[in-house]
């Protein structure tokens, strides 16, 4: 696709349950970041992916939360156990990182709502 | 390390007024800076992007920003406000290579637009 592509584009969960967010970054983009905006909280930096290098997963809130990107591609994000703060929209952004004329481009995002 | 400050989370103008969206930054290392709108229940869009040469920068729908290294500031510029316009803006730094290309962002600013 054209754009970066993130879904569900809603999901309401259970708290406790596990939920798999997923993204398709723009095809050839080479980084890949993960953003949660919670209200009040501006964009809070999850998790970035750079070609094979190891992600920096410095953003990463517990241990609930993981990220994997297969074949330098495709992203998914995993909260286990959900609890009511994970309530948010997660954003994910690809660019080619390191170029000059370098830009991120974000997906629409998934807003997770946990009950 | 990078940081992005922005003061304020609100600004309040009127229509045809001019618009000043302050940010303030601090990077380790030569940064790119960027804003980004996001309106209402959409994603994230770049509205102008600093890298390197000339330092007023022009972006979309009549914006333009001014790095100023001496001062680390990079603020949001529009000689007059419209009612589109309302919206949440966001600042952000980066690096160029490896750690330091990932994006951090300020906490935003929501502008309102006063007919």
């Known amino acids: 696709g054209a754009g970066v592509s993130q879904s569900p584009s809603n999901k309401v969960t259970e708290k406790g349950k596990d939920v798999e967010l997923r993204c398709d970054p723009i095809?050839?983009?080479?980084?890949l970041y993960w953003y949660r905006q919670s209200l009040g909280q501006g964009l809070e930096f999850l998790i970035y992916?750079?070609?094979?290098?190891?992600?920096?997963k410095s953003g990463l809130p517990s241990d609930r939360f993981s990220a994997e990107r297969t074949g330098g591609s495709v992203s998914t994000l995993t909260i286990q156990r959900t609890q009511q703060e994970d309530s948010a929209v997660y954003l994910c952004?690809?660019?080619?990182?390191?170029?000059?004329?370098?830009?991120?481009?974000f997906g629409q995002g998934t807003r997770l709502t946990v009950v | 390390a990078q940081s992005v400050t922005q003061l304020g989370s609100h600004v309040s103008v009127s229509e045809g007024a001019l618009v000043l969206l302050r940010c303030n930054y601090s990077s380790s290392v030569p940064p790119y800076l960027f804003w980004y709108v996001q309106y209402p229940n959409q994603g994230l869009q770049l509205l102008l992007k600093y890298t390197t040469g000339a330092t007023l920068v022009k972006g979309i729908n009549g914006f333009e920003a001014e790095f100023k290294k001496s001062e680390t500031s990079f603020h949001l510029t529009k000689p007059s406000a419209h009612m589109s316009d309302a919206a949440e803006y966001f600042c952000?730094?980066?690096?160029?290579?490896?750690?330091?290309?990932?994006?951090?962002f300020g906490k935003g600013i929501t502008l309102s637009v006063r007919p």
């Open positions: 952000a730094v980066s690096g160029v290579h490896g750690a330091n290309s990932k994006l951090t």
């Open positions: 095809s050839g983009h080479t980084a």
């Open positions: 952004a690809s660019s080619l990182a390191g170029q000059r004329n370098t830009e991120a481009f």
């Open positions: 992916f750079q070609g094979n290098s190891a992600p920096d």
